[in-house]
Protein backbone atom coordinates (compact mmCIF):
# COMPACT_ATOMS: atom_id res chain seq x y z
CA UNK A 1 0.00 0.00 0.00
CA UNK A 2 1.58 3.51 -0.83
CA UNK A 3 0.40 6.40 1.89
CA UNK A 4 0.62 10.42 0.83
CA UNK A 5 1.70 10.85 3.89
CA UNK A 6 3.15 8.71 7.25
CA UNK A 7 3.39 9.84 10.45
CA UNK A 8 6.33 7.98 12.17
CA UNK A 9 7.09 7.90 16.14
CA UNK A 10 4.10 9.48 17.42
CA UNK A 11 1.64 8.72 20.05
CA UNK A 12 -1.94 8.10 18.70
CA UNK A 13 -4.79 9.55 21.21
CA UNK A 14 -8.85 8.69 20.62
CA UNK A 15 -11.18 9.04 22.99
CA UNK A 16 -10.43 5.85 24.90
CA UNK A 17 -7.21 5.20 23.70
CA UNK A 18 -3.11 5.88 23.75
CA UNK A 19 -1.37 4.15 21.14
CA UNK A 20 1.99 4.54 19.73
CA UNK A 21 1.74 3.61 16.15
CA UNK A 22 2.34 5.00 12.74
CA UNK A 23 -0.30 6.53 10.89
CA UNK A 24 -0.66 6.59 6.72
CA UNK A 25 -2.79 9.00 4.53
CA UNK A 26 -4.08 8.71 1.34
CA UNK A 27 -5.71 11.66 -0.43
CA UNK A 28 -8.14 13.39 2.30
CA UNK A 29 -8.41 9.81 4.37
CA UNK A 30 -6.64 7.97 6.72
CA UNK A 31 -5.90 4.54 5.06
CA UNK A 32 -3.37 2.76 7.78
CA UNK A 33 -2.74 2.50 11.36
CA UNK A 34 0.27 0.10 12.09
CA UNK A 35 3.70 -0.70 12.83
CA UNK A 36 6.37 0.27 10.14
CA UNK A 37 4.11 1.29 7.31
CA UNK A 38 5.96 1.78 3.94
CA UNK A 39 7.33 4.94 3.22
CA UNK A 40 8.31 4.81 0.01
CA UNK A 41 6.99 8.03 -2.09
CA UNK A 42 5.35 9.45 1.20
CA UNK A 43 6.00 12.48 2.63
CA UNK A 44 7.35 11.61 6.50
CA UNK A 45 6.39 13.59 9.22
CA UNK A 46 8.75 12.52 12.30
CA UNK A 47 5.90 12.80 15.41
CA UNK A 48 8.43 11.48 18.04
CA UNK A 49 7.59 13.08 21.33
CA UNK A 50 4.48 14.17 20.28
CA UNK A 51 0.46 13.34 20.46
CA UNK A 52 -1.33 13.01 17.19
CA UNK A 53 -5.12 14.21 17.44
CA UNK A 54 -8.41 13.63 15.79
CA UNK A 55 -9.12 17.10 14.85
CA UNK A 56 -10.57 19.11 17.25
CA UNK A 57 -14.80 19.87 16.45
CA UNK A 58 -15.84 23.18 17.56
CA UNK A 59 -19.63 22.99 18.14
CA UNK A 60 -20.24 26.37 18.49
CA UNK A 61 -19.58 29.65 16.80
CA UNK A 62 -20.40 32.65 15.50
CA UNK A 63 -18.57 33.99 12.20
CA UNK A 64 -20.06 37.23 10.76
CA UNK A 65 -22.93 36.94 13.58
CA UNK A 66 -25.24 39.95 13.30
CA UNK A 67 -26.03 40.67 16.86
CA UNK A 68 -26.53 43.83 19.39
CA UNK A 69 -26.42 46.77 16.43
CA UNK A 70 -22.70 45.24 15.28
CA UNK A 71 -21.61 42.07 13.84
CA UNK A 72 -19.27 40.07 15.18
CA UNK A 73 -15.50 40.58 13.82
CA UNK A 74 -14.08 37.24 12.71
CA UNK A 75 -15.76 36.54 9.00
CA UNK A 76 -15.71 32.53 7.94
CA UNK A 77 -12.18 33.13 6.62
CA UNK A 78 -10.48 34.87 9.02
CA UNK A 79 -12.62 32.71 12.27
CA UNK A 80 -11.36 29.60 10.63
CA UNK A 81 -8.17 30.41 10.44
CA UNK A 82 -8.15 30.95 13.96
CA UNK A 83 -9.88 27.38 14.39
CA UNK A 84 -7.49 26.06 12.52
CA UNK A 85 -4.33 27.08 14.14
CA UNK A 86 -5.75 26.36 17.00
CA UNK A 87 -6.02 22.55 15.89
CA UNK A 88 -9.88 22.59 14.69
CA UNK A 89 -11.21 21.06 11.98
CA UNK A 90 -14.35 21.39 11.75
CA UNK A 91 -16.74 24.25 13.17
CA UNK A 92 -20.07 24.11 13.65
CA UNK A 93 -21.95 27.65 12.64
CA UNK A 94 -25.24 29.27 14.36
CA UNK A 95 -27.37 30.18 11.12
CA UNK A 96 -29.69 32.65 12.10
CA UNK A 97 -32.94 33.02 11.27
CA UNK A 98 -34.07 36.63 10.34
CA UNK A 99 -37.81 37.12 11.65
CA UNK A 100 -40.23 36.85 8.56
CA UNK A 101 -37.29 34.52 6.63
CA UNK A 102 -37.86 30.59 6.14
CA UNK A 103 -35.39 28.28 7.71
CA UNK A 104 -34.51 27.18 3.84
CA UNK A 105 -33.63 31.49 3.51
CA UNK A 106 -31.91 31.34 6.36
CA UNK A 107 -29.62 27.78 5.32
CA UNK A 108 -28.84 29.21 1.91
CA UNK A 109 -27.92 33.12 3.19
CA UNK A 110 -25.31 31.20 6.03
CA UNK A 111 -24.13 29.10 2.97
CA UNK A 112 -23.78 31.64 0.64
CA UNK A 113 -21.82 33.51 3.46
CA UNK A 114 -19.47 30.30 3.99
CA UNK A 115 -18.09 28.73 0.76
CA UNK A 116 -15.59 30.14 -0.87
CA UNK A 117 -14.15 31.45 2.43
CA UNK A 118 -14.01 28.72 5.17
CA UNK A 119 -10.82 27.15 5.44
CA UNK A 120 -12.01 24.27 7.39
CA UNK A 121 -14.33 21.64 6.77
CA UNK A 122 -17.89 23.60 8.84
CA UNK A 123 -21.31 22.34 9.31
CA UNK A 124 -24.82 24.81 10.52
CA UNK A 125 -27.13 24.77 13.28
CA UNK A 126 -30.31 27.17 12.66
CA UNK A 127 -31.21 29.14 15.20
CA UNK A 128 -34.78 29.78 15.29
CA UNK A 129 -36.14 33.22 16.51
CA UNK A 130 -39.72 33.88 14.67
CA UNK A 131 -41.74 30.58 15.02
CA UNK A 132 -44.51 29.95 12.55
CA UNK A 133 -46.49 26.51 11.16
CA UNK A 134 -44.26 26.83 8.16
CA UNK A 135 -41.06 27.34 10.15
CA UNK A 136 -41.95 24.02 12.12
CA UNK A 137 -42.90 21.92 9.16
CA UNK A 138 -39.81 23.04 7.45
CA UNK A 139 -37.71 21.41 10.71
CA UNK A 140 -37.93 18.15 9.11
CA UNK A 141 -36.80 19.46 6.00
CA UNK A 142 -33.54 21.24 7.52
CA UNK A 143 -32.82 17.73 9.42
CA UNK A 144 -32.58 16.21 5.92
CA UNK A 145 -30.63 18.62 4.66
CA UNK A 146 -27.89 17.87 7.40
CA UNK A 147 -28.60 21.12 9.75
CA UNK A 148 -29.66 18.31 12.73
CA UNK A 149 -29.52 20.38 15.37
CA UNK A 150 -31.64 23.75 16.36
CA UNK A 151 -30.55 26.69 19.06
CA UNK A 152 -33.26 28.70 20.95
CA UNK A 153 -32.59 31.43 23.06
CA UNK A 154 -34.45 32.01 26.29
CA UNK A 155 -33.16 35.30 26.76
CA UNK A 156 -32.31 38.47 24.78
CA UNK A 157 -35.86 39.66 24.97
CA UNK A 158 -34.84 43.33 23.37
CA UNK A 159 -32.72 41.75 20.81
CA UNK A 160 -35.93 39.85 18.99
CA UNK A 161 -34.04 36.31 19.76
CA UNK A 162 -36.38 35.10 23.20
CA UNK A 163 -38.34 32.47 22.07
CA UNK A 164 -41.31 31.99 25.22
CA UNK A 165 -41.60 28.32 26.84
CA UNK A 166 -44.83 27.48 24.79
CA UNK A 167 -42.64 28.00 21.51
CA UNK A 168 -39.68 26.13 22.92
CA UNK A 169 -42.10 23.55 23.91
CA UNK A 170 -43.33 23.35 20.24
CA UNK A 171 -40.43 22.87 18.58
CA UNK A 172 -39.12 20.60 21.21
CA UNK A 173 -41.89 18.13 20.39
CA UNK A 174 -41.28 18.72 16.43
CA UNK A 175 -37.50 17.90 16.96
CA UNK A 176 -38.62 14.59 18.92
CA UNK A 177 -40.37 12.99 16.01
CA UNK A 178 -37.82 13.78 13.60
CA UNK A 179 -34.42 12.86 15.20
CA UNK A 180 -33.46 16.80 15.87
CA UNK A 181 -31.42 18.37 18.67
CA UNK A 182 -32.68 21.50 20.63
CA UNK A 183 -29.61 23.52 21.72
CA UNK A 184 -30.88 26.09 24.49
CA UNK A 185 -29.27 29.49 25.64
CA UNK A 186 -30.76 28.98 29.15
CA UNK A 187 -30.92 32.01 31.26
CA UNK A 188 -34.26 33.55 33.21
CA UNK A 189 -35.14 36.90 30.91
CA UNK A 190 -37.14 38.62 33.45
CA UNK A 191 -34.50 38.40 36.54
CA UNK A 192 -32.37 39.55 34.23
CA UNK A 193 -34.22 42.04 33.26
CA UNK A 194 -35.55 43.16 36.48
CA UNK A 195 -31.62 43.34 37.97
CA UNK A 196 -30.79 45.22 34.68
CA UNK A 197 -33.02 47.70 35.05
CA UNK A 198 -32.55 48.28 38.69
CA UNK A 199 -28.89 49.17 38.15
CA UNK A 200 -29.30 50.94 35.36
CA UNK A 201 -31.73 53.39 37.54
CA UNK A 202 -29.07 53.61 39.85
CA UNK A 203 -26.57 54.74 38.09
CA UNK A 204 -24.36 51.61 37.62
CA UNK A 205 -23.66 51.34 34.39
CA UNK A 206 -19.73 49.65 34.05
CA UNK A 207 -19.49 45.76 32.81
CA UNK A 208 -19.42 44.38 36.48
CA UNK A 209 -22.86 45.06 36.88
CA UNK A 210 -23.44 42.99 33.88
CA UNK A 211 -22.14 40.16 35.43
CA UNK A 212 -24.10 41.03 38.62
CA UNK A 213 -27.41 41.44 36.79
CA UNK A 214 -26.90 37.87 36.11
CA UNK A 215 -26.65 35.82 38.82
CA UNK A 216 -25.81 32.01 39.01
CA UNK A 217 -29.64 31.14 39.38
CA UNK A 218 -30.68 33.06 36.21
CA UNK A 219 -29.16 30.07 34.53
CA UNK A 220 -29.98 27.17 37.21
CA UNK A 221 -33.45 28.10 36.62
CA UNK A 222 -33.73 27.94 32.75
CA UNK A 223 -31.63 25.18 32.65
CA UNK A 224 -33.78 23.16 35.09
CA UNK A 225 -37.14 24.46 33.32
CA UNK A 226 -35.57 23.71 30.44
CA UNK A 227 -34.93 20.02 31.47
CA UNK A 228 -38.67 19.96 32.32
CA UNK A 229 -40.16 20.92 28.90
CA UNK A 230 -37.49 18.68 26.95
CA UNK A 231 -38.79 15.85 28.98
CA UNK A 232 -42.32 16.39 28.87
CA UNK A 233 -41.98 16.94 24.99
CA UNK A 234 -39.98 13.54 24.89
CA UNK A 235 -36.87 15.51 22.79
CA UNK A 236 -33.52 15.10 23.47
CA UNK A 237 -31.63 18.55 24.56
CA UNK A 238 -28.48 19.89 25.02
CA UNK A 239 -27.43 23.29 27.10
CA UNK A 240 -24.69 25.30 24.83
CA UNK A 241 -22.13 27.47 27.03
CA UNK A 242 -23.27 26.42 30.30
CA UNK A 243 -21.43 28.29 33.27
CA UNK A 244 -22.60 27.39 36.56
CA UNK A 245 -22.06 25.16 39.38
CA UNK A 246 -25.87 25.33 39.53
CA UNK A 247 -26.32 24.36 35.92
CA UNK A 248 -23.99 20.79 36.26
CA UNK A 249 -25.84 19.69 39.43
CA UNK A 250 -28.66 20.42 37.50
CA UNK A 251 -27.50 18.42 34.51
CA UNK A 252 -26.55 15.67 36.55
CA UNK A 253 -29.94 15.05 37.97
CA UNK A 254 -31.45 14.71 34.97
CA UNK A 255 -28.88 12.14 33.72
CA UNK A 256 -29.27 9.99 36.63
CA UNK A 257 -33.15 9.82 35.79
CA UNK A 258 -31.47 8.83 32.32
CA UNK A 259 -33.40 12.09 30.63
CA UNK A 260 -31.35 12.75 26.75
CA UNK A 261 -29.76 15.94 28.18
CA UNK A 262 -26.13 17.00 26.92
CA UNK A 263 -24.05 20.06 28.29
CA UNK A 264 -21.22 22.43 26.90
CA UNK A 265 -18.80 24.47 28.63
CA UNK A 266 -16.76 26.92 26.92
CA UNK A 267 -12.94 27.83 27.52
CA UNK A 268 -12.99 30.73 28.95
CA UNK A 269 -15.50 29.73 31.91
CA UNK A 270 -12.45 26.98 32.56
CA UNK A 271 -9.73 29.82 32.98
CA UNK A 272 -11.17 32.79 34.46
CA UNK A 273 -13.09 34.01 37.09
CA UNK A 274 -15.47 36.96 37.69
CA UNK A 275 -13.13 39.00 39.29
CA UNK A 276 -12.12 39.88 35.67
CA UNK A 277 -15.63 42.73 35.88
CA UNK A 278 -13.36 44.57 37.74
CA UNK A 279 -10.42 45.15 35.03
CA UNK A 280 -10.25 48.75 33.01
CA UNK A 281 -10.92 46.29 30.29
CA UNK A 282 -13.89 44.41 31.62
CA UNK A 283 -16.12 45.09 29.00
CA UNK A 284 -13.88 42.76 26.40
CA UNK A 285 -14.80 39.83 29.02
CA UNK A 286 -18.61 40.46 28.23
CA UNK A 287 -20.28 37.70 27.50
CA UNK A 288 -23.53 35.80 28.22
CA UNK A 289 -23.37 33.78 30.59
CA UNK A 290 -20.93 35.83 32.19
CA UNK A 291 -17.97 33.94 33.75
CA UNK A 292 -18.78 32.77 37.22
CA UNK A 293 -17.12 32.42 40.76
CA UNK A 294 -14.02 29.81 41.35
CA UNK A 295 -16.27 27.26 43.00
CA UNK A 296 -18.32 27.22 39.45
CA UNK A 297 -15.51 27.15 37.27
CA UNK A 298 -13.85 23.68 39.52
CA UNK A 299 -16.98 22.20 39.01
CA UNK A 300 -17.41 22.38 35.55
CA UNK A 301 -14.04 21.03 35.47
CA UNK A 302 -15.48 18.08 37.12
CA UNK A 303 -18.39 18.10 35.32
CA UNK A 304 -15.85 17.23 32.20
CA UNK A 305 -13.69 14.88 34.22
CA UNK A 306 -16.76 12.57 35.14
CA UNK A 307 -18.28 13.17 31.27
CA UNK A 308 -21.31 14.88 32.58
CA UNK A 309 -20.39 17.80 30.55
CA UNK A 310 -19.85 16.11 26.98
CA UNK A 311 -18.48 19.05 25.09
CA UNK A 312 -16.31 22.35 25.34
CA UNK A 313 -16.97 24.65 22.15
CA UNK A 314 -15.93 28.21 21.82
CA UNK A 315 -19.51 30.48 21.44
CA UNK A 316 -16.77 32.19 19.22
CA UNK A 317 -18.19 35.37 18.88
CA UNK A 318 -15.64 38.11 19.25
CA UNK A 319 -15.63 41.99 18.76
CA UNK A 320 -13.12 44.48 18.87
CA UNK A 321 -12.24 47.02 21.52
CA UNK A 322 -13.91 49.76 19.21
CA UNK A 323 -17.31 47.59 18.71
CA UNK A 324 -17.27 46.63 22.83
CA UNK A 325 -17.35 50.57 23.34
CA UNK A 326 -20.85 50.56 22.02
CA UNK A 327 -21.68 50.09 25.55
CA UNK A 328 -18.98 52.85 27.31
CA UNK A 329 -22.34 54.52 28.92
CA UNK A 330 -24.44 51.58 29.58
CA UNK A 331 -23.41 47.75 30.57
CA UNK A 332 -26.88 46.45 28.18
CA UNK A 333 -25.18 47.67 25.22
CA UNK A 334 -21.49 45.98 25.26
CA UNK A 335 -22.15 43.03 22.21
CA UNK A 336 -21.81 40.41 24.24
CA UNK A 337 -19.18 37.54 23.32
CA UNK A 338 -15.11 36.61 23.66
CA UNK A 339 -12.69 34.92 20.68
CA UNK A 340 -11.83 31.55 21.53
CA UNK A 341 -11.95 28.61 19.15
CA UNK A 342 -8.06 28.70 18.45
CA UNK A 343 -7.65 27.90 22.09
CA UNK A 344 -10.25 24.61 22.98
CA UNK A 345 -7.46 22.44 22.68
CA UNK A 346 -4.90 24.81 24.21
CA UNK A 347 -6.97 25.31 27.51
CA UNK A 348 -7.80 21.64 28.02
CA UNK A 349 -4.47 20.56 28.20
CA UNK A 350 -2.55 23.38 29.96
CA UNK A 351 -5.40 23.68 32.33
CA UNK A 352 -6.79 20.64 32.45
CA UNK A 353 -4.74 17.74 31.67
CA UNK A 354 -0.99 18.81 32.55
CA UNK A 355 -3.06 20.30 36.16
CA UNK A 356 -4.96 16.31 35.73
CA UNK A 357 -8.61 17.59 36.18
CA UNK A 358 -8.76 15.48 33.11
CA UNK A 359 -7.22 12.77 31.29
CA UNK A 360 -5.94 13.01 27.71
CA UNK A 361 -8.78 10.73 26.30
CA UNK A 362 -10.84 12.83 27.91
CA UNK A 363 -9.70 16.03 26.14
CA UNK A 364 -10.16 14.04 22.46
CA UNK A 365 -13.83 13.14 24.30
CA UNK A 366 -14.80 17.01 24.85
CA UNK A 367 -12.96 18.45 21.73
CA UNK A 368 -13.64 15.99 19.17
CA UNK A 369 -15.48 12.49 20.02
CA UNK A 370 -18.50 13.59 21.45
CA UNK A 371 -19.19 16.41 19.30
CA UNK A 372 -18.83 14.21 16.47
CA UNK A 373 -21.39 11.79 18.24
CA UNK A 374 -24.11 14.62 19.08
CA UNK A 375 -23.66 16.48 16.26
CA UNK A 376 -23.96 13.44 13.51
CA UNK A 377 -20.31 13.79 12.33
CA UNK A 378 -19.14 10.46 13.15
CA UNK A 379 -17.07 7.87 12.41
CA UNK A 380 -15.98 10.24 9.71
CA UNK A 381 -15.10 12.37 12.00
CA UNK A 382 -14.04 12.32 15.88
CA UNK A 383 -11.71 9.74 15.64
CA UNK A 384 -8.28 8.16 14.36
CA UNK A 385 -10.19 5.71 12.56
CA UNK A 386 -9.16 3.98 9.05
CA UNK A 387 -11.82 5.37 6.88
CA UNK A 388 -12.11 8.78 8.78
CA UNK A 389 -10.89 11.95 7.15
CA UNK A 390 -7.94 12.90 7.52
CA UNK A 391 -8.09 15.94 10.39
CA UNK A 392 -5.31 15.09 12.42
CA UNK A 393 -3.52 17.36 15.07
CA UNK A 394 0.36 16.97 15.89
CA UNK A 395 0.28 18.41 19.29
CA UNK A 396 3.72 19.36 21.18
CA UNK A 397 3.61 18.83 24.88
CA UNK A 398 6.63 21.01 25.29
CA UNK A 399 5.63 23.96 23.21
CA UNK A 400 4.82 26.89 25.32
CA UNK A 401 3.18 30.21 23.75
CA UNK A 402 2.04 33.19 25.04
CA UNK A 403 -1.98 33.84 24.21
CA UNK A 404 -1.37 37.29 23.04
CA UNK A 405 -2.89 38.80 20.07
CA UNK A 406 -0.19 38.96 17.99
CA UNK A 407 0.31 35.01 19.08
CA UNK A 408 -3.50 34.22 17.92
CA UNK A 409 -5.50 34.51 14.14
CA UNK A 410 -8.34 36.13 15.06
CA UNK A 411 -9.23 39.95 13.00
CA UNK A 412 -9.77 41.29 17.21
CA UNK A 413 -7.41 43.79 18.43
CA UNK A 414 -6.67 42.08 21.68
CA UNK A 415 -6.70 38.89 23.58
CA UNK A 416 -8.52 37.75 26.94
CA UNK A 417 -5.73 35.30 27.67
CA UNK A 418 -2.85 37.92 26.77
CA UNK A 419 -1.42 37.27 30.56
CA UNK A 420 -1.20 33.38 30.37
CA UNK A 421 1.40 31.48 28.93
CA UNK A 422 0.22 27.63 28.19
CA UNK A 423 2.73 24.67 27.97
CA UNK A 424 1.46 22.39 25.10
CA UNK A 425 -0.22 22.96 21.64
CA UNK A 426 -1.00 21.87 18.23
CA UNK A 427 2.12 22.34 15.67
CA UNK A 428 0.54 21.00 12.89
CA UNK A 429 -2.87 21.07 11.84
CA UNK A 430 -4.51 18.56 9.05
CA UNK A 431 -7.42 18.88 7.39
CA UNK A 432 -8.49 16.33 5.30
CA UNK A 433 -5.02 15.92 4.45
CA UNK A 434 -3.85 19.08 3.42
CA UNK A 435 -1.86 20.88 6.27
CA UNK A 436 -3.57 23.98 7.04
CA UNK A 437 -0.92 25.10 10.06
CA UNK A 438 2.36 24.18 11.23
CA UNK A 439 3.93 26.26 13.97
CA UNK A 440 1.70 28.39 14.63
CA UNK A 441 1.61 29.54 10.53
CA UNK A 442 -1.68 29.21 8.85
CA UNK A 443 -0.41 27.34 5.20
CA UNK A 444 -3.93 26.04 4.10
CA UNK A 445 -6.23 27.95 1.06
CA UNK A 446 -9.47 30.04 1.00
CA UNK A 447 -12.68 28.11 0.20
CA UNK A 448 -10.85 24.84 1.19
CA UNK A 449 -13.49 23.58 3.66
CA UNK A 450 -16.56 21.88 2.77
CA UNK A 451 -19.97 21.68 3.90
CA UNK A 452 -20.94 18.44 5.81
CA UNK A 453 -24.13 17.75 5.86
CA UNK A 454 -24.86 16.11 9.63
CA UNK A 455 -26.88 13.00 10.58
CA UNK A 456 -29.93 13.33 12.34
CA UNK A 457 -29.46 12.56 16.06
CA UNK A 458 -30.20 9.26 17.55
CA UNK A 459 -30.54 8.42 21.07
CA UNK A 460 -28.22 5.49 20.46
CA UNK A 461 -25.50 8.55 19.84
CA UNK A 462 -25.99 9.73 23.07
CA UNK A 463 -25.55 6.86 24.50
CA UNK A 464 -22.15 6.12 22.48
CA UNK A 465 -21.31 9.04 24.89
CA UNK A 466 -18.47 7.65 26.76
CA UNK A 467 -19.45 6.69 30.29
CA UNK A 468 -17.99 8.75 32.73
CA UNK A 469 -14.22 8.13 33.50
CA UNK A 470 -12.82 8.63 36.64
CA UNK A 471 -9.64 10.44 37.36
O1 LIG B 1 -22.08 36.20 24.55
C1 LIG B 1 -22.37 35.38 23.70
N1 LIG B 1 -22.49 34.13 24.06
N2 LIG B 1 -22.55 35.76 22.42
C2 LIG B 1 -22.97 34.98 21.33
C3 LIG B 1 -24.43 34.68 21.32
C4 LIG B 1 -24.78 33.54 22.23
O2 LIG B 1 -25.60 33.72 23.11
O3 LIG B 1 -24.25 32.45 22.07
ZN1 LIG C 1 -26.11 31.71 23.61
ZN1 LIG D 1 -23.08 31.30 21.20
Known amino acids: MKFDVVFQNGTLVTATETIDADLGISGEKITAIGQNLPKEGAKIINARGKYLLPGGIDAHTHMEFPFMATTSADDFESGTTAAACGGITTIIDFALQKSGETLEQTAKAWRKKADGKVVIDYGLHMIIRDLNDRVLAEMKEMIGQGITSFKLFMTYRKEGLLLDDGAIFRVMEEAAQHHGLIGLHCENNDLIECLMSRYLKEGRKEPKYFARSKPPVVEGEAVHRAIRLAEYSGCPM ?59 QEALWKGLAKGEIKTVGSDHCCFTSEQKKLGKEDFTKIPNGVAGTELIIPVLYHFGVSKNRITLNQMVQASSYNPARLFGLYPKKGTLAVGSDADIVVFDPEKEIRLTRENLHSKIDHSIYEAHTVKGYPVMTFSRGKLVQENGKFTGEKGHGKYQVRNPFKESEGKQLLAPALV
Open 238 to 296: YVVHMSTEMGAETICEAQHSHLPVYAETCPHYLVFTDDVYNRPDGANFVMSPPIKKRED
